[in-house]
């Protein structure tokens, strides 16, 4: 069993920037593919950006060339790196994680609690 943590959500304008880690309990983060989802109130569940076990990585398009996934499998984390934020962006950004990729696009098997990001100004 494996437990995901995200933290690093809170308040920016239009323009910043924010970072989110999710941190994972255990010793086999490393075999799980990663994705990070956001929902916003009265919206869809949306796949914002995903990585793989070995680092290749996929973003929606409305976040393109803006955020990026990454992972330090050293630290048992995965993080999102928020660029040029809108106020669009406004959203609970939830890990998610699962041993096969291709259930990352339904959603997979771990979940984290959430951290909310708010962009205003």
């Known amino acids: 069993q494996v437990q995901f943590v995200e933290s690093g959500g809170g308040l920016v304008q239009p323009g910043g920037s924010l970072r989110l880690p999710c941190a994972a309990s255990?010793?086999?983060?490393?075999?799980?593919?990663m994705a990070w989802y956001r929902q916003a109130p009265g919206k869809q569940r949306e796949l914002v950006a995903a990585?793989?076990?070995?680092?290749?990585?996929n973003y929606a398009d409305s976040v393109k060339g803006r955020f990026t996934i990454s992972r330090d499998n050293g630290k048992n984390t995965v993080y999102l790196q928020m660029n040029s934020l809108k106020p669009e962006d406004r959203a609970g950004y939830y890990c998610?994680?699962?041993?096969?990729?291709?259930?990352?696009?339904?959603?997979?098997?771990?979940w984290g609690q959430g951290t909310q990001v708010t962009v205003s100004s």
């Open positions: 255990g010793r086999i983060f490393s075999i799980y593919h």
């Open positions: 990585i793989t076990s070995s680092g290749r990585t």
């Open positions: 998610n994680a699962d041993r096969y990729y291709i259930n990352l696009k339904v959603g997979g098997d771990y």
